[in-house]
């Protein structure tokens, strides 16, 4: 190998481990509608690859409400008495490999005239924020503790954030607060004011911040129709604003940003002239427009962005459909997608599948797509509403809907206390070398009898082989792939003993 190519390899693996670095900073759904402060969609987790239930049940609700995850603790609202304002809604808490619940809670009536429903913002850092506000009306949001729901502080700010939206994050964890006429950043530790910003919101659900880096994007108002301000994240000094995205008034879905730093305005308004997804390039003092591609009209929806940069959208004959990053190009399209309202939701994982909820009552639906768009399984969910798809650990994925239907699905192992015999039985070690040309080695270790599958599949999901399928008695195992066939990129390897499943990623690298 010449020095020319060794640096060639070495420059693709730091490229590899930087584009994949995302996925590692989080690992559960921390933001309301999108997993990461850029909200973009995509959990490093490994989502169920069949409509496997592991638990359902919970606190009965007649409006479904977004789940937040953070390590073994899942979190959603649950409205139970819509003419009950103040106390028709619990905070309620459960384990998310078991479905135990672990603590409810009815947060304090600042402002009896005004106090709307309690509702969840976001979980990070062992904090659940909760707040009252919602309907316009400004209420403070408070901080509890995600193990035991104990308040841990209460604002010094009000803020407004309406039912569908939530809290976006800078990087030490202070909360980003999107207001109709303000942006505040909120100390993590105390909930002390950092910084307050002046801001003129479209609507409902358009107010929300979406954060990358030291910059905060947000939907402003303007007589032209709705423009993006840049914010710095660290002073909340307003950088530049964008001219208007197209004309019109209402704007009922909050930004998102890519990885790279693309941000993402889904302009919808349910006017044909006005609703576009564009994609635009910050250059530190304006934006340039990269491209636009047509829009349904989806509010409260949220965006994805794949593994591979690809973007997720949805089209005006209401397909979910795939996007070239770079250039706007649908390359893919799935089947029409069949509601009696469309509030579509979708969470990604790291393997590029899609899990996608509808937003329908009567018709309510959970789907999961390969990468591709084509259908691997549905669920019928009435009344799914907004209690949109989360992913959290061991991949096990929760989506809400009314009365006690709230679903954890899985085909991951769940947690060790509650299985902790099955996973000492068995394990499946990182392949090495990795990443490899052509050949690496993949070891497991059985400490009962078992029936043993071991797989290898593509990015989007395709298998490449079978490494085994047979019934192997205790003891420690190596299995050797050799990739010389296939071209470079990432692979996954599946090992299922039982109701033991584990998958790990590897690299080939030519």
């Known amino acids: 190998m010449n020095i020319y190519k060794y640096f060639l390899r070495i420059l693709i693996v730091l490229f590899i481990l930087l584009v994949s670095a995302d996925t590692l900073l989080a690992d559960d759904w921390t933001v309301g509608v999108g997993g990461k402060p850029e909200r973009y969609g995509r959990s490093n987790e490994t989502g169920p690859t069949s409509p496997m239930t592991l638990w359902q049940g919970g606190l009965q609700a007649v409006i479904s409400q977004q789940a937040v995850i953070e390590g073994n603790i899942l979190v959603m609202a649950r409205i139970q008495n819509i003419n009950d304002v103040l106390h028709g809604t619990k905070i309620v808490a459960h384990n998310l490999s078991t479905g135990d619940t672990l603590w ?107 954060v990358h880096e030291n910059h905060v994007y947000i939907w402003e108002a303007s007589p032209q129709g709705p423009i993006i301000s840049v914010f710095n994240v660290n002073t909340g000094q307003k950088s530049f604003s964008s001219n208007a995205i197209s004309g019109g008034l209402v704007q009922q879905v909050s930004l998102f940003v890519g990885p790279d730093g693309t941000v993402f305005a889904p302009r919808t308004q349910n006017n044909v002239v006005t609703d576009f997804l564009v994609a635009l390039d910050d250059v530190d003092t304006a934006f340039i427009e990269r491209w636009r591609v047509p829009l349904g009209y989806v509010p409260f929806a949220s965006f994805g962005v794949g593994p591979d940069g690809s973007v997720y959208s949805y089209s005006r004959s209401f397909r979910l459909i795939r996007i070239d990053a770079t250039n706007g190009t649908v390359i893919d399209s799935s089947d029409v997608i069949q509601s009696d309202f469309y509030q579509p939701r979708m969470a990604i994982d790291s393997a590029g599948i899609i899990f996608l909820t509808n937003g329908g ?28 798809p989360a992913i959290g650990k061991n991949g096990i994925l929760v989506v809400c809907g009314t009365g006690t239907d709230v679903r954890a699905y899985s085909t991951q192992p769940v947690n060790v206390s509650s299985n902790e015999n099955l996973l000492n039985s068995f394990s499946l070690s990182q392949n090495y070398p990795n990443p490899f040309n052509p050949g690496t080695v993949i070891s497991y270790q059985l400490s009962v009898t078992g ?25 420690e195992y190596e299995v050797e792939f050799n990739g010389s066939e296939l071209p470079s990129g990432v692979y996954f390897y599946t090992l299922t003993i039982e109701n033991y499943i584990e998958t790990k990623k590897m690299l080939l690298l030519k």
């Open 104 to 210: 409810t809670k009815d947060l304090p009536v600042d402002f009896p005239s005004t106090d709307w429903r309690n509702r969840v913002s976001a979980i990070r850092d062992g904090k659940v924020y909760c707040t009252r506000s919602g309907n316009t009306n400004y209420s403070y949001l408070y901080a509890l503790d995600a193990q035991t729901g104990n308040i841990l502080w209460q604002s010094t700010t009000l803020i407004n954030e309406t039912s569908t939206e939530g809290a976006s994050f800078a990087s030490n964890g202070d909360l980003i607060i999107g207001n109709f006429s303000s942006l505040v950043r909120i100390n993590a530790l105390n909930g002390d004011t950092v910084w307050t910003a002046s801001r003129s919101c479209p609507s409902s659900d358009g107010c929300a911040a979406a």
């Open 361 to 388: 009552f009567s018709q309510g639906k959970l789907y999961s797509f390969n990468p591709n768009l084509s259908l691997r399984w549905s669920e019928a969910i009435t009344n799914v509403n907004v209690g949109g």
């Open 451 to 475: 029936m043993v599958s071991l797989k290898v599949f593509d990015i989007i999901g395709n298998e490449i082989t079978t490494l085994v399928n047979e019934e192997k008695p205790a003891g």
